[in-house]
C-alpha cells in the first residue's frame, strides 16, 4: 500500500482560520459572607438564631480554637420554631481516624454510637476534646438549602482535633427529616461547658 505524503509546499500556513461563531463563557461567582460570631467563655450553648433564611443557598459554621471544661464532644442541633425547640429528626452516619504523635499507633472506624436513625439528640461533630491546655478543636460544618419547604435539609462536617496526643480527624453527614424550614441553630458540648473558642456563620451562593 502507498503511503500518502505530505507536501509542505502544498500547505498554506497564512490562511486566516478565524472562528467565526459565537463563544460565550458565563463567571461563576462564589459569594460568602459573614453573618455572625459567637465566642464562647464558659458557656453552656452558642445559638444562631436569626439570619438563617431563603437569603443563602448553604449556611457555613467554622468551629475555631473550642476548648472544652470536660473530655466532650460537640454537637449541634436544628430547629423549625425559630430556637424554641432543638429536637428535630436527624438521620445521620460518621466516621473517625487518628494518628498519634510518635507513630505508634492509627486507626479508621465507623461509629454506630454517634451517628443517629431518625433520632433527636445533638449531632456529634468530634469523637471527643482533651482538657489539656494545649487541646482544642476545629472544623467546619455546612447545612444545604435550611428554608426548603420541599425537601429534607443536608449536612456535611469535617472536624480536626488534638486529642490524648494524637491527630483525630472526623467526618459527619446527613439530614435534617423534616420539610419545614430550619431557622437556628445551636451547637452544645455533651456534658460540661465550652471554655473558649469562637463559631462564625457565613452564608454563601
Known amino acids: ?103 505508634s499507633g492509627q486507626g479508621i472506624s465507623y461509629l454506630t454510637g454517634y451517628d443517629q436513625a431518625n433520632g433527636t439528640n445533638f449531632q456529634r461533630l468530634n469523637y471527643s476534646t482533651y482538657t489539656d491546655n494545649d487541646s482544642n478543636l476545629c472544623g467546619e460544618l455546612f447545612i444545604f438549602d435550611p428554608s426548603s419547604t420541599t425537601f429534607v435539609k443536608h449536612f456535611t462536617a469535617r472536624t480536626s482535633e488534638h486529642i490524648n496526643n494524637a491527630a483525630s480527624d472526623a467526618y459527619a453527614a446527613g439530614y435534617f427529616n423534616t420539610t419545614s424550614a430550619i431557622n437556628a441553630i445551636q451547637f452544645k458540648m455533651e456534658s460540661g461547658t465550652i471554655d473558649s473558642g469562637t463559631i462564625e456563620m457565613y452564608g454563601i451562593n
Open 1 to 103: 500500500m502507498a503511503l500518502s505524503k505530505i507536501q509542505p509546499a502544498s500547505m498554506d500556513l497564512t490562511a486566516n482560520y478565524a472562528f467565526t461563531g459565537t463563544n460565550s463563557i458565563s463567571s461563576i461567582e462564589y459569594a460568602e459572607k459573614k453573618l455572625a460570631t459567637v465566642t464562647a467563655s464558659s458557656s453552656n450553648i452558642l445559638s444562631f438564631t436569626t439570619n438563617i433564611d431563603s437569603t443563602y443557598n448553604i449556611y457555613q459554621f467554622r468551629i475555631i480554637n473550642m476548648h472544652p471544661s470536660a473530655y466532650e464532644e460537640l454537637g449541634f442541633q436544628g430547629s423549625t420554631d425559630g430556637g424554641s425547640n432543638y429536637n428535630t429528626q436527624i438521620t445521620s452516619t460518621f466516621f473517625q481516624d487518628y494518628n498519634l504523635e510518635d507513630n
